[in-house]
């Protein structure tokens, strides 16, 4: 079955980038029924949306960080990236991937999820 | 942009008795972008119930969703001990384009 993996450096300095990637496995990312996306969840805190992407590269971003990220798509690889610049210790945080239903935007699959210190 | 309300914020239930979770939206959510997430600690959320009613794949019967417009409702009929967990709403808005969630409502064992 469809399966979700992030990985990428556990820490990163302050003002650095924070760099992650999601690996999608038993599927296809390229599929037109589907967005890929990231959300992050502070220590104890609920979940935030950070952004989307299709696979033809179409993005759709939080405001409140859209200054500051960038998500990507490498079809050859079946993977998407997320870089998050200028990060402070508000970003930390446990980043997870997930699949979103294109048609009614829920995600139905998620990747465990990989923990971010930002920290210097 | 659409802000979520969950309440109450935490619910201490026993095993076997109903549990009715309420997600108030600040403005009209269509019913087919409304979705509840259910989250145990160290784990990734997991999908219960998409386009406000339905069900996802393997979530047993006693989970049920409802509601329209700002009010929608998520029902766990008869609580098993492995439903004590956090419960999230999440909404997609498509103009702009964009996707909240509600900040939780923490199921706990009285």
């Known amino acids: 079955q469809l399966q979700l993996q992030e990985s990428g450096p556990g820490l990163v300095k302050p003002s650095e980038t924070l760099s992650l990637t999601c690996t999608v496995s038993?599927?296809?990312?390229?599929?037109?029924?589907?967005?890929w996306g990231w959300i992050r969840q502070p220590p104890g805190k609920g979940l935030e949306w950070i952004g989307s992407?299709?696979?033809?590269?179409?993005?759709y971003y939080n405001p409140s960080l859209k200054s500051r990220v960038t998500i990507s798509v490498d079809t050859s690889k079946n993977q998407f990236s997320l870089k998050l610049s200028s990060v402070t210790a508000a970003d930390t945080a446990v980043y997870y991937c997930?699949?979103?239903?294109?048609?009614?935007?829920?995600?139905?699959?998620w990747g465990k999820g990989t923990t971010v210190t930002v920290s210097s | 942009e659409i802000v979520l309300t969950q309440s109450p914020g935490t619910l201490s239930l026993s095993p076997g008795e109903r549990a009715t979770l309420s997600c108030r939206a600040s403005?009209?959510?269509?019913?087919?972008?409304l979705a509840w997430y259910q989250q145990k600690p160290g784990q990734a959320p997991r999908l219960l119930i998409y386009?406000?009613?339905s069900r996802a794949t393997g979530i047993p019967d006693r989970f049920s969703g409802s509601g329209s417009g700002t009010d929608f409702t998520l029902t766990i009929s008869r609580l098993e001990p492995e439903d004590f967990a956090v419960y999230y709403c999440?909404?997609?808005?498509?103009?702009?384009?964009?996707?909240?969630f509600g900040p939780g409502t923490k199921v706990d064992i009285k």
């Open positions: 386009g406000a009613s």
């Open positions: 038993g599927g296809s990312i390229s599929s037109s029924s589907y967005y």
């Open positions: 999440q909404q997609y808005g498509s103009s702009p384009r964009f996707i909240t």
């Open positions: 992407i299709y696979y033809s590269g179409s993005t």
């Open positions: 403005q009209s959510v269509s019913s087919s972008y």
């Open positions: 997930a699949r979103l239903n294109g048609y009614r935007y829920y995600m139905d699959v």
